[in-house]
């Protein structure tokens, strides 16, 4: 029971990440750039008990940040196409 609550938790955040920024609206890439932010700030990742909290932490928090920095660049390859017009 506690594994399919944890594996719940850690699947909720997995089904929030953008794969692909180029697919998505500027509003969706700040939108989640800003819930990313939120996450960095509280330090919320992954699971909250156990040994496993530090695998899990480390692993989600990897992530968020290499998803973090796939949304900055496409914001900022807009940024510098629209700026180019």
């Known amino acids: 029971m506690v594994a399919t609550i944890l594996a719940g938790h850690v699947n909720a955040d997995v089904r929030d990440e953008i794969k692909n920024p180029a697919t998505k ?9 800003a819930e990313i932010e939120r996450k960095i700030r ?5 699971v909250y008990i156990g040994v496993i909290r530090w695998f899990s932490h480390a692993s989600e928090k990897k ?8 949304i900055d660049a496409e914001l900022s390859r807009r940024a510098a196409k629209k700026a180019g017009k």
């Open 25 to 33: 609206s500027t509003t969706e890439l700040l939108d989640r750039r």
């Open 42 to 46: 509280e330090d919320d990742f992954g």
């Open 63 to 70: 992530s968020v940040l290499k998803e973090k920095a796939m």
